[in-house]
């Protein structure tokens, strides 16, 4: 089956912690995004690569860290520095246009 | 104010009812325009993707596009408890640019 996978579907950590949220996909499309989704607000560009090993920052890339190293594969990492990092994560990948979203996942900060 | 404007809801329908979500925008260069749907705690899912104005059908989804007037909508015929989720529309300005998306309508369908 085809589609994007992230890892884990809930994720805890203690503030000052750095965490990496995994996301992969078999669709073989180039682009990947990530996003980020808060109660009562829209989807946020947090950082998005059209290539392997580039990436751009999107609108709230602070305290937020992504590498591309491989076609298949877009983990971010929430850094200490991200001051509200409470927040349910979604990856993309995109083909022609149309953008396929992966189930999330929720992480909760304390 | 935002790019793209989405009335959060909820709204509540009967059962077999016509669900009308709308969207406005203010950036006159969007020429790609997207509806998802989001069950609570998952992924959203794209639901109809139009280019320019006019109107497009699949199934029982109708998804409108006034240029004109900066507007979009998506309509659902026969509504059923199924269709209960958040609707969120998205548009951008060319194929591969970012997407914008509206803050997302609830949508409750009773039975």
């Known amino acids: 089956d085809g589609g994007i996978t992230q890892s884990p579907k809930y994720l805890f950590r203690k503030e000052g912690q750095n965490v990496t949220l995994s996301c992969e996909q078999n669709?073989?499309?180039?682009?990947m995004y990530w996003y980020r989704q808060d109660p009562g607000q829209g989807l946020r560009l947090i950082y998005y690569?059209?290539?392997?090993?580039?990436?751009q920052k999107g609108d709230i890339a602070e305290g937020y860290s992504v590498s591309r190293e491989k076609k298949e594969s877009f983990p971010l990492t929430v850094t200490s520095a991200q001051k509200n990092p409470t927040a349910f994560y979604l990856c993309a990948s995109s083909i022609m246009g149309e953008q396929y979203f992966g189930p999330g996942t929720r992480l909760t900060v304390t | 104010q935002k790019e793209v404007e989405q009335d959060p809801g909820p709204l509540s329908v009967p059962e077999g009812a016509i669900v009308s979500l709308n969207c406005t925008y203010s950036n006159s260069a969007f020429q790609y325009f997207m509806w998802y749907r989001q069950y609570s705690r998952k992924g959203p899912e794209l639901l109809m993707y139009?280019?320019?104005?006019g109107n497009k059908e699949d199934g029982r989804f109708t998804a409108q596009v006034d240029k004109s007037s900066k507007y979009i909508s998506l309509f659902i015929r026969d509504s059923q408890p199924s269709d209960s989720a958040t609707y969120l529309c998205a548009m951008k300005t060319d194929s591969w640019g970012k997407l914008q998306f509206g803050a997302g309508t609830q949508v409750v369908v009773t039975p």
């Open positions: 669709l073989n499309h180039d682009a």
């Open positions: 139009t280019y320019s104005s």
């Open positions: 690569s059209q290539i392997v090993n580039d990436f």
